[in-house]
């Protein structure tokens, strides 16, 4: 029904229509269409409402991330084709393995407001402030795709989403390996991949990102060591926007690796990483390295030389600390 209404709204963006029009396409009384009128105002719509004239959406600074919003601009074949909106959830990742468990199709996209239990890589926690920001999960269930491919897809929505921020005016965003995207040293966006498989072969994955958008001050935990958008350029994003194009990106570049074309995935990586060529720390679950991040290989794992002069294979597991940065 809302849907109805938003239609009519757009269709005629920046005029009045008048209650009836609504009323008659929805055979709802004048009463009940004010009153989807103020719901849409609680999602987050302008709507200026005249006596006797109508209503007029003003299209100006909109930022709703519902799935109205993200289908109207979307132009992905798979990804996103389905869309499980939430205002709150514990986390989408949770979300979308529970779809994956009930049988949902490929490309479903679980997107939410807020989460109270988001989640970073080893269950690190990911804040996640209500109506500001992005926390989305895709399910992609690929077709006989090796698992040794699990790194190029999270490497491919880093780059995604560094695409994303470029079309926004952010355009010295990094990748820091394997799955944090910085400015200026900070964190603005990270991404997690869950991947299922079976005999090497993946069955399904969850494809998890957070973006800080239009958050305008940092939780203490994070001061130090993240931003977003809003802080970087001084003005708020359409959120829905941002999210379509990094399906747009991710979708290309998941073609990409699906046709073999991951080196060409870990080439565009290797373009945009500030890792590489820097003094690390790394942690893992019982020992700490440092080193030089010397590259990667041809999977997309982290080599460090260590001061011994060992080469070491980092997973994407550990933590990566570079020592003369705040990250
Ligand atoms: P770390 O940053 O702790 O080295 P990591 O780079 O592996 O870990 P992830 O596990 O991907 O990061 O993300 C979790 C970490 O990100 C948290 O430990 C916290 O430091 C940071 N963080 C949490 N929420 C946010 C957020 N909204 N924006 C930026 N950084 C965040």
């Known amino acids: 029904m809302n849907s109805v209404i938003l239609d009519e709204l757009y269709k005629n963006i920046g005029k009045y229509i008048t209650s009836d029009t609504i009323c008659k396409k929805l055979n709802i009384s004048r009463i009940a269409v004010w009153n989807r009128i103020k719901g849409l105002e609680k999602l987050g719509y302008k709507i200026e409402a005249k006596r006797s004239v109508g209503y007029k959406l003003v299209e100006e600074g909109i930022d709703i991330i519902i799935p109205y919003e993200i289908k109207r601009r979307l132009n992905t074949k798979v990804f996103g084709s389905n869309i499980e ?8 990742m949770d979300e979308a393995q529970y ?24 269950k690190r926690k990911w804040l996640s402030p209500k109506g500001v920001n992005i926390y989305a999960s895709l399910v992609y269930k690929p077709h006989n795709m090796s698992s040794v491919k699990s790194i190029a897809l999270m490497f491919a929505t880093s780059i995604a989403i560094v695409e994303a921020l470029s079309d926004f005016g952010i355009d010295n965003a990094k990748i820091k390996w394997p799955n944090d995207v910085i400015v200026n040293s900070k964190k603005i966006a990270g991404v997690l991949i869950e ?13 998890g990102f957070g973006v800080n958008a239009n958050l305008e001050s940092v939780p203490d935990e994070i001061k130090d060591t993240a931003t977003s958008i809003y802080l970087e350029l001084g003005k708020k994003i359409d959120r829905a926007q941002l999210l379509v194009n990094i399906l747009y990106y991710l979708e290309n570049l998941v073609k990409l690796i699906e046709s073999d074309g991951e080196s060409k995935v870990i080439e565009m990586w290797e373009n945009y990483d500030t890792t590489i060529g820097k003094k690390v720390l790394v942690i ?32 994407t597991a550990d933590s990566v600390r570079f020592l003369d940065e705040k990250q």
């Open 284 to 315: 893992s679950a019982n020992e700490k390295v440092e080193g030089v991040a010397e590259g990667i290989d041809k999977n997309g794992f982290l080599l460090v030389r260590t001061a011994g002069d060992d080469l070491k294979r980092v997973v």
């Open 195 to 207: 991947t299922k498989s079976e005999s090497g072969i993946i069955k399904s994955v969850v494809i």
């Open 99 to 122: 779809m994956i468990e009930k049988g949902c199709s490929n490309g479903l996209l679980v997107v939410s407001e807020e989460q109270t239990d988001g989640r970073g890589r080893q």
């Open 85 to 92: 909106y939430f205002r709150l959830t514990s986390s989408t």
